[in-house]
């Protein structure tokens, strides 16, 4: 059984920083494209950042370029997203994401396997 368990959340002023992480288990094959969504109240689920594993390509959606970092470590099974100079718009709840179709891309509807979310809240 594939799970996508996140962690990492929390409470953050301005500024600050947080990392997330996705820790995967359960698949039989390789997951191609792994990333973070993200849902703010009353808003649609949107995409933050993806990472290719077939050929390393990385996608960030332009409001978090030079802020957010994801990264992968292969050997603890976990997906990492750094997330600096946090604002209060970043407050959301974060999902990690696994599609495991080769032409899969970083779109929400790409996605076959989601965690439950991990809830970031930016105030001061």
């Known amino acids: 059984q594939v799970q996508l368990v996140e962690s990492g959340g929390g409470l953050v002023q301005p500024g600050g920083s947080l990392r997330l992480s996705c820790t995967t288990s359960?698949?039989?094959?390789?997951?191609?494209?792994i990333g973070w969504f993200r849902q703010a109240p009353g808003k649609e689920r949107e995409r933050v950042a993806c990472l290719s594993t077939s050929d390393g390509e990385i996608y960030y959606v332009d409001s978090v370029k030079g802020r957010f970092t994801i990264s992968r470590d292969n050997a603890k099974n976990t997906v990492y997203l750094q997330m600096n100079s946090l604002k209060p718009e970043d407050t959301a709840v974060y999902y990690c994401?696994?599609?495991?179709?080769?032409?899969?891309?970083?779109?929400?509807?790409?996605?076959?396997?989601w965690g439950k979310g991990t809830l970031v809240t930016v105030s001061s």
């Open positions: 359960g698949f039989t094959l390789d997951y191609y494209v």
């Open positions: 994401a696994a599609a495991t179709k080769l032409w899969a891309g970083c779109r929400r509807e790409h996605m076959d396997y």
